[in-house]
C-alpha cells in the first residue's frame, strides 16, 4: 500500500516537532511558572512571524500551486494585535521587538515565497501546530491567566474554520494531490524540518524569560 505524502510528511518531521514542544520555555509556560507579560514575549515573537506568514499568503493567493493552501480565515495578525493589547495595554508595538531567531525564522520565510514547496512547508508546520497541540495550550492558558475569547489566546481560536478536524483533513488531503516526484517531496521534507528548527531556536531565544523567572 502506497504511503500518502501527508502521512510520510508527519513520520519523517515527527521528531522535529516533539523537539519544538519540549523547550524549556513551553515547559515553564504551560507549569504557570511565567507572568502574563513573560506570557507577552511570545505572542510577541509568533506577531512577527505571522506578518510574514499571512503577508506571503495574499501575495501567493492567486498561485496555482500555492494557492491551495491560502487560506484568509487561518490569518492570524488580527488576533495576535488583540492578544497584545490585552497583555500589554495599548500601547504594545512600543513593548515588542522581533528577536535574532524570529528575524532570521521570518528572512526565510521571505526567501522561499517564490517555491510553492516552501511557502507549503512553513504554512503547514505553524498552522497545522496551531490547530492540534496549539488547542491544548490555549486551554491551559486560559486556566493560568483566565483569558476569554476577546484578547489574551485569541491567536488559537479558529471559529471561522467550524470543525478543525474536518479542516485538517481537507488540509492533508490537499497536500495529497500535489503533484510531486520523489524529489520533490525529500525537498519539501527538508524544508519543513528547517521550518520546525527555526521555530525551536525562537522559543530557545526566548529561554531569558525562564532564566529571569
Known sequence: MTTSFSETLRNATWGD??????????????????SEHEY???????YFAYVALDGVSRQLAEHPVAGRFVFPELYRESALERDLTTVYGPSWRTRIAPSKAT???????????????????HHYTRYLGDLSGGQFIRM???????????????????????????????????LDELELDEREQQRIIG?????????????AELQHVVAAA
Open 17 to 34: 516537532h516533539q523537539s519544538a514542544e519540549s523547550e524549556g520555555y513551553l515547559t515553564e509556560l504551560m507549569n504557570g511558572r511565567l
Open 40 to 46: 507577552g514575549e511570545m505572542v510577541a515573537q509568533h
Open 103 to 121: 528575524r532570521t525564522l521570518v528572512a526565510r520565510i521571505h526567501q522561499v515565497a517564490d517555491w510553492p514547496g516552501g511557502y507549503i512547508a
Open 140 to 174: 491551559e492558558l486560559q486556566k493560568i491567566y483566565g483569558y476569554q475569547k476577546g484578547g489574551g489566546v485569541d491567536f488559537y481560536i479558529f471559529d471561522e474554520l467550524g470543525s478543525l478536524p474536518r479542516f485538517k483533513n481537507e488540509y492533508r488531503a490537499r
Open 191 to 203: 524544508e519543513v524540518r528547517l521550518a520546525y528548527q527555526l521555530n525551536t531556536e525562537v522559543l
